[in-house]
Nanobody, 124 residues
Framework: QVQLVESGGGLVQAGGSLRLSCAAS????????MGWFRQAPGKERETVAA????????MYADSVKGRFTISRDNAKNTVYLQMNSLKPEDTAVYYC?????????????????WGQGTQVTVSS
């Protein structure tokens, strides 16, 4: 199985940027499609973005399209989420997850392995 560790969260003002990283160990990341998800207090976990095993296909939630970019470096066993033009409503714990499927899927139940999460707080 694969172990995932997120980093890069923090406090940022509205309009600012953050770059989240998700480092994998245990198995090579190229075996998995990857996704970023978030959960705000009192809300259900939601999909933010996903990327296929090869990185050739991506998907984004409508709320982050044009602002967030998911990417991966399989040689470094790392997935990234570049977040620009951040808004207070982006405040949440962000999780990365791995799926044994090939394509970029936004379906949460298809993800088998999860990191512990990193907090992102956007102040107005």
């Amino acid at each position: 199985q694969v172990q995932l560790v997120e980093s890069g969260g923090g406090l940022v003002q509205a309009g600012g940027s953050l770059r989240l990283s998700c480092a994998a160990s245990g198995r090579t990341l190229s075996r998995y499609a990857m996704g970023w998800f978030r959960q705000a207090p009192g809300k259900e976990r939601e999909t933010v973005a996903a990327i296929s095993r090869s990185g050739s296909s991506t998907m984004y939630a409508d709320s982050v399209k044009g602002r967030f970019t998911i990417s991966r470096d399989n040689a470094k066993n790392t997935v990234y989420l570049q977040m620009n033009s951040l808004k207070p409503e982006d405040t949440a714990v962000y999780y990365c997850a791995a799926s044994s499927r090939v394509g970029a899927s936004g379906v949460i139940r298809e993800y088998d392995y999860w990191g512990q999460g990193t907090q992102v707080t956007v102040s107005s």
